[in-house]
């Protein structure tokens, strides 16, 4: 399962900026580029701390362990069901039989350092650094 083609990587963007539903966070005159930069003022201001990022060992990790908290900030899928459709939806698969169920658990379990990994990439797109001086 490739995630590094266009096809894919355009229907992350499309999910990413789906989870960014909050009205009172995101208004809908907002840029995809302003929605990103609030998501990391959110995120910096909610969770990135000296203490965080010694223990997690890079902002990646710190903001996989952030979106595994479930913040109002963004509305990501969080369980096993919910998480296996949308990366259905993701690769275009249609059935369940296109998975393993070893691969089913791989990106369930992998999902939070996945959508941080994506979230980073997508921001980085858009002209938003996540990286923290």
């Given at each position: 399962?490739?995630?590094?083609?266009?096809?894919?990587?355009?229907?992350?963007?499309?999910?990413?900026?789906?989870?960014?539903?909050?009205?009172?966070?995101?208004?809908?005159?907002?840029?995809?580029?302003?929605?990103?930069?609030?998501?990391?003022d959110?995120?910096?201001?909610?969770?990135v701390?000296?203490?965080?990022?010694?223990?997690?060992?890079?902002?990646?990790?710190?903001?996989?362990?952030?979106?595994?908290?479930l913040?109002?900030?963004?509305?990501?899928?969080?369980?096993?069901?919910?998480?296996?459709?949308?990366?259905?939806?993701?690769?275009?698969?249609?059935?369940?039989?296109?998975?393993?169920?070893?691969?089913?658990?791989?990106?369930?379990?992998?999902?939070?350092?996945?959508?941080?990994?994506?979230?980073?990439?997508?921001?980085?797109?858009?002209?938003?650094?996540?990286?923290?001086?």
């Amino acid at each position: 399962m490739k995630t590094n083609t266009k096809e894919f990587n355009g229907r992350m963007e499309t999910y990413i900026f789906e989870c960014m539903d909050d009205i009172e966070t995101y208004p809908k005159n907002m840029t995809e580029t302003e929605k990103l930069q609030t998501l990391k003022d959110r995120f910096c201001t909610e969770y990135v701390f000296p203490a965080h990022l010694k223990r997690y060992g890079s902002i990646e990790n710190v903001l996989k362990e952030w979106l595994s908290g479930l913040p109002t900030a963004f509305n990501l899928d969080y369980t096993y069901y919910q998480i296996f459709e949308t990366c259905k939806k993701l690769h275009n698969f249609t059935d369940d039989k296109s998975y393993t169920e070893k691969q089913k658990d791989n990106m369930v379990n992998s999902w939070f350092a996945f959508m941080a990994h994506k979230i980073i990439q997508t921001a980085k797109n858009h002209g938003v650094d996540f990286l923290i001086n």
